[in-house]
């Protein structure tokens, strides 16, 4: 796919590249036929350092038990339907890498070039938490994004109301910062045996007090900045009765009992405010008649920006409370937020404000992951926002069935990147 699509920017007189990740050093842990993509629209400089445009090439699996959501399309198939693209992909993230294109194609067209140089980026791995693309990429070839000021990739965008696209005004989310992933694996061993006897004191029954232990662990509501900037800008659509909680976040979850309730049992808001837990994985026996050795279970933590997956490790070990059970973190990352007053969110305002009269720009904190933190950490301003109006109802189809981009969205979604970048340079 990186071949095909640097192939495809080379024939349009654009500098590519599709950059392998395989074949260098250590690669062993790296599937063959990994690769990205990378291309350059060279500005004058003039502006400042360069703008990524970053998105990525694999998709999650489709279900193969979930055939009623897709009815009769083939989610791999390439299907151009009722003015819209459906397919595996066509939100999350293609949909934004033919963006990203359109507008680079319509900027190597121009006249005069903008004032900043504006990189095309989509690589593997996304979906597995990225140490094999952009982290990788970074570490092994960072000339490719020196100098950059700014990236725009996905985690944001415009969300419309229920009735339909085009409606206005919209809300323009901008993701500045993520929850932290902390994904665990809690291993506790026992003595193997026959399952005749009974267990009282297995491996697998040593793991269920323990998670039963750490289910209980209380997880308390903690309003951290990029939060309560959050509500705070929300507070203008907010119902009359909960505007003055969203303006002061913090206080209202302290003192307000209603409020705290309502906004608690919304789990989209209350993963804002806390930290989240999910036991995802077990393992036990293989047979039924026997007792396992050992039992594990993996769990997908979510925590609030600014916490310590070591931290919580150590947190759930104590409550775990048993020395046969083992606590190791097998995945995390440390969130960082990018500040939300810059020139780059200046001028997606000033664009909201012209193509979506009446429309409210806010900061958004994810409570999923993007790559964007492997750039936060270079130094570089990421934000999670692709230009497309998207109705809950088409947003939640993202690593679901009949996930589809209209072409309208496509259209409005390069004409607004390309508005941005030109305002970008003011
Ligand atoms: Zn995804």
Known sequence: MARFLADWAR?????????????????????????????????????????????????????PADTAGWGAIDPFGGV????????????????????????ALRLAARATPLGRDVIVLSTPDEELGGLNGAARLLREQPELVAGAAYLLTIGGGITVGPSGVGEAPGLWEVGVAEKTPCWLELRARGTAGHAAGGSRDSAVDRLLGALARVRSLPRPVRVVPEVATLFAALAPRASAEDRAGFADLETALRDDAGFRQRFLADPARAALVRNTFAITT???????????????????????????????????RRAANDPDIQVDV???????????????????????????????????????????????????????????????????????????????????????????LEELDR
Request: aromatic residues 4%; charged residues 25%; proline residues 5%.
């Open 11 to 63: 024939s349009r007189g654009i500098e590519t590249r599709a950059i392998d990740l395989r074949s260098r050093a250590e690669s062993s842990d790296v599937p063959a036929g990994r690769a990205a993509f990378w291309a350059r629209i060279p500005g004058t400089g003039k502006a400042g350092g360069a703008i990524i445009l970053l998105s990525h090439l694999d998709v999650v699996p489709v279900d």
């Open 80 to 103: 151009v339907m009722d003015g819209a693209v459906i397919g595996r992909g066509a939100l999350d993230a293609k949909g934004a890498l033919v963006v990203h294109l359109a507008a």
């Open 282 to 316: 077990l393992r036990g026996s293989r047979q039924i008649n026997v007792i396992p050795g050992e039992a594990a279970a993996g769990i997908d933590a979510r925590l609030l920006p600014g916490e310590s997956c070591a931290d919580f490790a150590e947190a759930t």
């Open 330 to 420: 097998r995945f995390t990352f440390a969130s960082r937020a990018s500040p939300s007053e810059t020139p780059l969110m200046d001028a997606i305002r000033r664009v909201a404000a012209r193509v979506d009269p009446g429309s409210l720009v806010v900061p958004r904190v994810g409570t999923g992951a993007s790559d964007a933190h492997w750039f936060r950490e270079h130094g570089i301003v990421a934000y999670g926002f692709v230009p497309r109006r998207l109705r809950p109802v088409e947003s939640r189809r993202i690593h679901g069935s009949g996930e589809r981009i209209s072409e309208a969205n496509l259209q409005f979604g390069t004409d607004v990147l390309v508005s941005l």
